[in-house]
């Protein structure tokens, strides 16, 4: 039985063993029909041109992991911002953690998605939000909205600012010799209301896993929504993330990416303004090794006039690794006096590491103000004479040099805690010290 024949039998199976009203079951059985016509997304595809997921496909994945997730949290520890008080939603192997998380209910809602799609008072939520701003077209979105049943679910009200930040962290135990996870997230922020959430997917074993993510996040009208997410996960893990973001009117949303480590790492970012003066923000910093593989699909559209986004990616890739940037910028007519930016950097650290960019613009307004740029290169071996020449070790001076190419997007995270823990791994990753604390 292949992976695809598998699917199907699991979705029969999940249908028949679980209630749900008629609403979302008629979202997922229209979901799983989409997925069933057009399968996993190939190379023939324009959107995937340069990433295939052919040698991933191969593994004989569990849909439906073991429930023995049980871990305790010295093994996972590493992994959470310890270092300050955060709001958290864990989990193992797909199920909910108790024990490792904290939630809460006081003023805002920190809790599962499970609750929306079961719980008739959550009624109102998922007819509004869920599956609303997802993209139907796409067919890995459209696998997960058919199995979607356990994620995080966050809703800041109205006026109310998230007292601290709130960490969701998936972990893969191993327990099966291969297992698909599919997690949902659903993010409702308030009128004038503010929150910081930290994603973060963690394998704690070398079985191949595929992680494909959907997370819907609505930020309403001044709404501000800073979300981070790390990627640096182990060498036969495979993590497909779609997000997508919709903004009301002077609505501040930005969105951190952090690409470490993976065997393959697909981020599709999409944006969608539905109101008048939005900032949407995309930044990212990718730093890869080995022939480890990260595509950024990016995608903000313009509907409304008076808007900005700001785009900046930085790309820093050794051995056989390969990058990928596909940004798109649409501008309807109606989107006047728009401000769209876009930025991809990239270094090439070995003649067989390569980078794919394809900034694009599509614009159908006249009064805007648009640009994008890409570069491509090597680290200047003026600078590293420079330094070496003043004592500093070529592999220190290496290190800082990079770190100050990546430093414009880290100036920008507003948590001094996670900036100092992604220095340290950008510092691990170079493979030196760079001497200094933040």
């Known amino acids: 039985m292949d992976l695809k024949e598998k699917i199907f039998a699991s979705f029969m199976t999940l249908e028949e063993s679980r209630e749900v009203n008629s609403n979302l079951h008629q979202i997922r059985n229209h979901a799983f029909n989409h997925f069933e016509q057009n399968g996993f997304p190939t190379k023939k595809l324009e959107a995937w041109k340069y990433t295939s997921l052919q040698s991933v496909l191969k593994n ?9 997730n049980t871990i305790e949290l010295k093994e996972v520890k590493a992994y959470f911002l310890h270092e300050i008080d955060t709001y958290k939603l864990v989990f193992v192997d797909g199920k909910f953690n108790s024990f490792l998380s904290q939630t ?11 609750s929306v799609l079961t719980k008739p008072k959550y009624q109102l939520v ?3 939000y869920f599956h609303q701003i997802a993209n139907k077209d796409e067919s890995l979105t459209s696998l997960n909205t058919a199995f979607a049943q356990e994620g995080a679910y966050i809703n800041i009200p109205k006026g109310k600012i998230a007292d601290k930040p709130i960490e969701i962290i998936y972990f893969s135990t191993g327990n099966d010799a291969s297992v698909l996870l599919q997690p949902r997230n659903l993010i409702v922020v308030g009128e004038n209301a503010h929150v910081q959430i930290i994603e973060r997917h963690q394998s704690l074993h070398g079985n191949p896993v595929m992680t494909n993510a959907v997370t ?18 182990s060498a036969q893990s495979t993590l497909i993330d779609n997000t997508y973001i919709a903004q009301k009117q002077e609505s501040i949303a930005s969105v951190h990416t952090f690409s470490f480590g993976g065997n393959i790492t697909r981020n599709n970012l999409n944006f969608y303004h539905q109101g008048e003066r939005i900032q949407s923000n995309l930044k990212g910093i990718t730093i890869l090794n080995n022939k480890q593989h990260v595509d950024h699909y990016t995608l903000v559209h313009h509907a409304q006039p008076n808007c900005e986004s700001h785009q900046n990616y930085k790309g820093i890739f050794a ?10 910028i649409y501008v309807e007519k109606e989107a006047q006096k728009t401000d769209a930016f876009q930025q991809n950097n990239n270094i090439l650290l070995s003649d067989k590491a390569s980078i794919n960019a394809k900034p694009q613009l599509e614009i159908f307004a006249d009064d805007v103000k648009c640009s994008h740029g890409c570069t491509i290169g090597q680290l200047d071996e003026s600078a590293m004479f420079y330094m070496q020449q003043r004592g500093i070790p070529k592999n220190v001076a290496k290190g800082l040099l990079m770190y100050a190419f990546s430093n414009e997007v880290l100036d920008s995270v507003k948590i001094p805690e996670l900036k100092q823990r992604i220095t340290k791994i950008i510092a691990q990753k170079l493979g030196v010290n760079l001497g200094f604390e933040l």
């Open 60 to 68: 004989d994945f569990t849909v439906f992991p073991k429930n023995d």
């Open 104 to 114: 809460t209910h006081e003023g805002i809602d920190v809790c599962l998605l499970s």
């Open 126 to 128: 998922l007819e509004n």
């Open 216 to 233: 819907e996040i609505f930020a309403q009208k001044r709404a501000i929504v800073d979300y981070y997410k790390i990627q640096n996960d």
């Open 319 to 328: 051995d056989q690794s390969t990058g990928v940037f596909n940004g798109k």
